[in-house]
């Protein structure tokens, strides 16, 4: 038998914020993260300062998971435009699911208006990190302009994942045409 | 001598959700919105019903100011190609202002996460016009798949101005090209 580990009450509250912003937003309320998470408000405010540092350290929690499960594993013998096309099929399959609400690192940015605001500059680096992965996929697979490519990758994803996220696009037949013809239009191997 | 028109509460209600939800997201507080407009909150609520109701007036008043801003006119003597063009162009030219979030329309959809509220059908139904738009002139310039093109229209649409309106770039030397190798790949003329 193993044995169970209670989550902590600084790993409830961390669930509480990436559940109820994604589902409600960033105007979600400390009293709810806090009912949530079964935790007083004391103890968030010891724990995190503020529900701006509880939002952001949710969101860097969140990251390396996240890339988990859109990026391929390093070295997994496919080519660069496979290993990128690998992500948008990760995108067209998220997308299919009920509680779909588009990425929450563009999300939440968009909500909070503030570039400045540490759970922004959280997301910020994040979709940061996207494009520096994109950029080097384009450059080793040969693409003429590895630095419009990877910013023609970051705008198919946001704008892929924003559309499903608001119910304008399912995505299915859209998606993988799209990043192949600007994998094409490159000349990505 | 032009005799000065004073807004009315209606308008300048109006005006005030528009600007305030634009700069500051839906969270705005009807207090906000009142005092912005100079609106007793007893008159909001006899003109509106509901903030909600203000909100997705402001959104309709707005749009068709939006359509003329991006779409070009009818029967301009331009090719469908050309046409299309043109609304890549306002985009690209918006982004570059200083105050630009976004498209207001994706953003208050991403903000309220609910499809069924006033506000965001107003915006679904702005943003299917534009792709009623792209639609009918994709097919006009021989698009091999007038929808297909109409829906990547839409998402490299939404893509470049989610990223533009959070800082994630600038589209200069990106939302051209990129619009003009889809409707190369399509055949456009």
Redesign the interface.
Same mark, same amino acid.
Request: avoid cysteine; glycine fraction near 18%; hydrophobic fraction near 40%.
């Given at each position: 038998m193993t044995a169970e580990v209670k989550p902590s009450p600084r790993e409830r509250l961390l669930e509480a914020a990436a559940t109820l912003t994604y +589902? !409600?937003?960033v =105007?979600i309320g400390v009293e709810a993260l806090c009912k949530a998470a079964g935790v007083s408000k004391r103890s968030m405010y010891q724990l995190f300062e503020s529900k701006d540092g509880l939002l952001a350290a949710s969101l860097k929690e969140r990251a390396s998971a996240y890339v988990a499960t859109l990026l391929p594993v390093a070295d997994d013998g496919r080519s660069p435009r496979e290993r990128i096309l690998h992500v948008f099929e990760q995108v067209e399959s998220q997308a299919g699911t009920p509680d779909f609400?588009?990425c929450r690192y563009?999300?939440v940015? #968009?909500?909070?208006?503030d570039?400045s605001h540490p759970a922004?500059r959280v997301a910020?680096q994040v979709?940061?990190n996207l494009t520096v992965f994109f950029r080097s996929e384009a450059e080793q697979g040969g693409a003429s302009d590895p630095d419009?490519l990877a +910013?023609?990758l =970051?705008?198919?994803?946001? =704008?892929?994942s924003? +559309?499903a996220? #608001?119910?304008?696009?399912k995505l299915m037949? @859209? #998606?993988m045409?799209?990043a192949s013809? @600007?994998l !094409?239009?490159a000349g990505m191997r």
């Open positions: +589902r !409600d937003g =105007g609400r588009g563009l999300a940015q #968009i909500e909070l208006k570039q922004s910020h979709k940061a419009l +910013r023609q =970051g705008l198919v994803f946001d =704008g892929a924003a +559309r996220g #608001i119910g304008a696009d037949g @859209l #998606i045409p799209t013809t @600007l !094409d239009a």
